[in-house]
Each structure stands twice: as structure tokens, then as C-alpha cells.
């Protein structure tokens, strides 16, 4: 079995029980180790993460055992389930997203999974899968049709993913104590979570949807996974890749399993 999962956002500072959340969702990887042969996580699995550079010497306590650094303790349970994965032989393939795009080793070294910082194509059942966060991905001459409106908020939003991805400032956060870069991160990821709930985006259509749209233009592929919208769609046009968007471990606390083939949408 193969597994798809996206957008938990561990650590939101909205939840009113983190921690719970956070065993719901090993509950669910753990279920998965009794059948998965991979497993995808298409990212925002964490609401913020940052590796620091006083960090990365700090997965080792005095005596040479595996432990988590104190500032990463809260994700205890689901880092350590990860290691739990990958010991098994599941292959556990984590693909960052916009709010965890600041990973620069640590996780992967720590866990065994491996990283994507990319979209990647592969195929998988015999299937031609392209998979990806679904961020920045934006159809070609989208842009003209939209809005002006609508067109700069797009733009803002690609200037800040620019910004965000740039080795410069990255490395300089990477300097900076954890307690404070850690405050201004969960603060920023809040804001972001309070603005999604309190105007949520609903699936546009086939004709405004923009990973419907950059699919289209990418016959190539039998299938698209995506996550980052926050919305659950299953949809399948002849002679076009079948799209799916994964929902979330967040509120609707979706994933999608593949078996021979075929792909499907489940909620835990």
C-alpha cells in the first residue's frame, strides 16, 4: 500500500490540544506501518519548523543516545514515530512545504526519511505520479486573466516564497537563538491559520483552480498529487492527469491510499 498525507501543521498555536492532535496523527502512521510499502508526506507537516545552527549538534545527549533537541521536544511523538517508519523499511518521503521549508539535514539525518525540496515525478503501480506541496506552482498566462487584485496577491505571495527559499536570509535566521526565531515563527504560522479559518478558500472549479489548471497542461502524468489547499477534490477527465488534493491533518484530518493503481481519497 502506498500512502499520501499533507498539512497537519503540528504545533499550531490555534489548537486548543496539540498534543492530542499530535497522537492522532501517529495513531495513523502507526496504522500505516502495518501495510505501507512508502509513505508521501506532502508537506506542512509542521506548522514551523527551523533548524538553528546551535541545534544541529544536540540530537546526541552526553552519552551518545538519539534524543531531540529541547526546542523540538513538543514533536516528540511524531519524530520519533518517523524513526519508528523508516526502521520498519518503509520508505517515508517528506516533501517540504511553506511552512517547513527550513530544513537543512537534521530530520532527514535523524530519521531516515528522505527529503524533497522539489516536485518530483515518479512512477508508482505502474502509474506516472507527479507529486508536490502545491505551492508556487501557478499555470502558464494564468496571470492574465485574473484581477488586479487577484494578481497581486498572487505576486506578494511569490515575492515572500522567493524570500523564504533564499540561502542568505536563511542562513542568517540560522544564527539566531531558537527561543526568539521559534516566537516570531509560530506567531507568523497563527496568523496564517487564523486567516484561513476565518475566510476559508473554497475549490474554485475546474476553470479557476490553479493545480487543475497546471495540470492540464501536463498530460504526461497519469496522476497529480498535491497538498496546500486545504481542500479534499478527486477529479478524473479523460485524457487528462486525474488530480488529487489531500485536504488536511488539520480539520478534516484527510489522507489518500493507492493500491494497484488506483488511488483514494479516506478520513481517520
Known sequence: MIYFLSDAHLGSRVLTNSE??????????????EDAEEIYLLGDMFDFWYEYFCERHRWLDEQGQWHIPRGKKQ??????????????????????GNHDIWTFGDLERNTGITMHREPQAVTIQGKRVFMAHGDGLV?????????????????????????????????????????????????????????????????????????????????????CVFGHRHIVLQLEREGMPKVVILGDF?????????????????TY
Open 20 to 33: 492530542e492532535h499530535q497522537q492522532k496523527l501517529v495513531g495513523l502512521l502507526r496504522q500505516m506501518a
Open 139 to 223: 499555470p502558464s498566462d494564468y496571470m492574465s486573466k485574473l484581477p488586479e487584485e487577484m494578481k497581486k496577491r498572487i505576486r506578494n505571495f511569490m515575492h515572500l516564497r522567493s524570500f523564504f527559499h533564499n540561502p542568505v536570509p536563511q542562513f542568517f535566521y540560522r544564527l539566531v537563538p531558537p527561543i526568539l526565531g521559534d516566537a516570531f515563527g509560530y506567531e507568523w504560522a497563527r496568523r496564517s491559520r487564523l486567516k484561513e479559518i476565518r475566510r476559508p478558500f473554497p475549490y474554485k472549479g475546474e476553470d479557476k483552480e490553479e493545480l487543475v489548471l497546471w495540470a492540464n497542461e501536463h498530460s504526461e502524468y497519469d496522476l
Open 75 to 96: 514533536y516528540e511523538p511524531f519524530v520519533r514515530t518517523l524513526r519508528y517508519l523508516t526502521d520498519k523499511g518503509i520508505s517515508v518521503h517528506y516533501f517540504t
Open 250 to 266: 488539520f480539520k478534516q484530518f484527510t489522507y489518500a491510499q493507492m493500491i494497484n493503481g488506483n488511488i483514494e481519497i479516506k
